[in-house]
């Protein structure tokens, strides 16, 4: 009798049921096999491009820190070339202006000679030019040398600015070494 309450329209759909239900069962313990499967190669590429990414940033950082490295050495280079290109400005520029004032001391010196010995000119004293109109005349003994020593010391500022710039324009700030 429990065969045929099992052959019975209610029995057949509980074994119907019962059996769908297995189906499902098996089914759901292949695709749990499946994603797990799946799951691991997920987490596997996950951290494959984790470690990709992290060896980027430091491929970056890396080259961050050499750039200002370079920028360092390169600013390090310029400040060089400049103080020795300022050194040698400024020694030309004393150099000139020592010898340039060691002439007009000079010039001074025979000036107050020739003054003060009026038979060392080797001819008779030449009669002065009349001042020009607006000008006082100039004092004996007063020959210009002072004004001419204050030009030539700002012809040789202006000379040796001039050849300051174009050095400290040849440095070239770009290069990398």
Known sequence: ?????????????????????????????????????????????????????????????????????ADRAAAERVAAEQ?????????????????????????????????ADPRSRGGPPVPGLSAAPGRPPEAAGEDGLPDALTATEQAIQLDELIKWVKAQGRVDVNKQE
């Open 1 to 69: 009798m429990t065969i045929l309450r099992l052959l019975s329209p209610q029995g057949i759909a509980g074994l119907a049921a019962s059996v769908c239900l297995a189906l499902l069962l098996v089914l759901q313990k292949g695709e749990t096999r499946h994603w797990k499967k799946e799951s691991s190669r997920f987490e596997q590429l996950y951290q494959g491009e984790q470690s990709a990414l992290a060896g980027t940033v430091a491929n970056y950082r890396a080259a961050a820190d050499a750039a200002r490295a």
């Open 83 to 115: 103080r020795v290109i300022n050194e040698r400005t400024e020694n030309d520029y004393e150099a000139r202006l020592a010898a340039a004032r060691s002439l007009a001391e000079r010039l001074r010196l025979e000036a107050s000679r020739a003054a």
